[in-house]
């Protein structure tokens, strides 16, 4: 069983700036997949940007490229996401997933997660 703990939501206006954090209670979480997911209110929840298990692929959606980054530390059991340029149609509940039996390239999609964190709400004001 793994626990992910989110935490770094919060309010802010658009164009600033957040750290989301997700902490991993696992002595295996080198061997996870990692991916965040966010979900707004009246939506489906969709898929964000995902990291392999050693780091070195990442996958973004179209929306997030280049205003968001995804890093991973596997000596602290934490994935990060960077936010920067948060607009309002980033408001959502953001969830990172752990994924043990996962071809990366199966990383955008949510159904081949096994575990999930509770969510952090990130809110961007105009």
């Known amino acids: 069983q793994v626990q992910l703990v989110e935490s770094g939501g919060g309010l802010v206006q658009a164009g600033g700036s957040l750290r989301l954090s997700c902490a991993a209670s696992?002595?295996?979480?080198?061997?996870?997949?990692m991916g965040w997911f966010r979900q707004a209110p009246g939506k489906e929840r969709e898929f964000v940007a995902a990291?392999?298990?050693?780091?070195?692929?990442?996958y973004y959606t179209d929306s997030v490229k280049g205003r968001f980054t995804i890093s991973r530390d596997n000596a602290k059991n934490t994935v990060y996401l960077q936010m920067n340029s948060l607009k309002p149609e980033d408001t959502a509940v953001y969830y990172c997933?752990?994924?043990?039996?996962?071809?990366?390239?199966?990383?955008?999609?949510?159904?081949?997660?096994?575990?999930w964190g509770q969510g952090t709400q990130v809110t961007v004001s105009s």
């Open positions: 997933a752990a994924a043990a039996a996962i071809d990366f390239g199966l990383a955008r999609l949510g159904g081949r997660y096994d575990y």
């Open positions: 696992t002595r295996t979480f080198s061997r996870n997949v």
């Open positions: 990291i392999s298990r050693s780091g070195g692929r990442i």
